[in-house]
């Protein structure tokens, strides 16, 4: 190169499909002079020092890129703490509107700031999903591994599950018979006007006595729709150009898909919340149960398949000091955040 002009340092990420070795980068730099040192590539952030020693005008340096997420353990851990936290405020706001009177309104703004929460102080870690139809679709769209999606629903349902447990010990006994206005019932009964459900269980059923009610097909219709377009907004949001806001983007849509959906359904979109609140009411709650897997999967399975035949791949690069890596092969699980170590392998 003429004029003493210095080429950034560029590295390339190879990572053959199907390989079982660690993503490769290959580095190329050229110097000005004989006389000059080869600048020194070691990492600023994140990263475990490479040393670069004198080489000739023109060099590849093989190095190793080593993505680190935090242990599954960890992972699940945080899933699960992220639905205990959605499914306390779903539930929890819906459970007592007789006594607050937040109304359906007041529970999907209520849940959609739980969702903003949950997917900032969390989402690094996990990714955010806090639903099996966010993780089931994130896989499909080649964005979560899928040896890793039955281990989320666990932590899921199994975080959800718990919340419920603790909203329906703090029903006082008497209060089921005073909302209904002296009428015989019981906890259950009570807790049971947060499940989802269809027929003589949808809420308009309830509201008409039973004059009216959506059915099968209409419940099955927007409990797929809506998941759609969650975890449409989900896997857009969490693209790398966008990420900073994917929080506020997540937990506005899950609000306001909640809101169309609760006179249908109550607003599902969410397996575990669904199997949550069934699992504490009454035996027809959980008869309609798979409705609210089926639908939901089917939606982001839409969703997912979608992204992955439309959506723009290999967008942004992470800088290691003077060295610009092309991380576009890395694989993103939606929210979680990655270190990334880079190794001279011949160290």
């Known amino acids: 190169m003429l004029g003493g002009a210095q080429q950034t340092p560029r590295c390339v990420c190879h990572a053959p499909p199907g390989s079982k070795e660690p993503p490769r980068l290959e580095c190329n730099r050229r110097r000005t002079s004989m006389s000059q040192d080869t600048p020194d590539l070691t990492p600023t952030t994140n990263a475990i020092p490479a040393t670069a020693a004198p080489v000739p005008d023109e060099v590849a340096l093989d190095l190793v890129v080593v993505p680190v997420r935090p242990s599954l353990l960890v992972r699940l851990g945080t899933e699960a703490l992220g639905s205990f936290l959605l499914v306390l405020a779903a539930i929890g706001i819906l459970l007592y509107t007789p006594l607050t009177g937040a109304s359906a309104l007041g529970t999907a703004l209520g849940l959609g700031l739980a969702v903003v929460g949950g997917t900032i102080a969390f989402g690094h870690v996990s990714g ?107 896997l857009g949001a969490t693209n790398r150009v966008a990420k900073r806001l994917a929080p506020f983007a997540i937990g506005l849509t899950y609000a306001a898909l909640v809101l169309i959906a609760s006179p249908i359904t109550n607003g599902g979109l969410n397996p575990a919340r669904s199997t949550a609140a069934a699992l504490f009411s009454e035996s027809s709650a959980l008869g309609q149960l798979w409705l609210f897997w089926v639908a939901p999967l089917v939606g982001a399975a839409l969703a997912g398949l979608a992204y992955r035949a439309f959506a723009t791949s290999g967008l942004g690069t992470t800088e290691f000091g003077t060295t610009v890596v092309e991380d576009d092969e890395f694989d993103d699980d939606l929210l979680e955040e990655d270190e990334i170590i880079v190794t001279d392998e011949r160290g």
Not at 155 to 161: M, R
Not at 201 to 210: D, F, I, K, Q, V
């Open 128 to 234: 955010g999903h806090f639903n099996p139809a966010i993780t089931f679709g994130a896989a499909i769209a080649g964005r979560s591994p899928w040896r890793e999606v039955l281990p989320y629903w666990l932590a899921q349902v199994v975080g959800g599950a718990l919340a419920a447990a603790a909203l329906f010990l703090t029903i006082p006994s008497a209060l089921p018979t005073l909302v209904s206005q002296g009428a015989e019932t019981t906890t259950r009964a009570f807790f049971g006007a947060t499940a989802n459900g269809f027929g003589a269980h949808s809420p308009l059923a309830t509201l008409t006595t039973g004059e009216a009610s959506f059915e099968l097909l209409p419940a099955l219709l927007i409990e797929i729709l809506g998941t759609a377009l969650l975890v449409g907004v989900v």
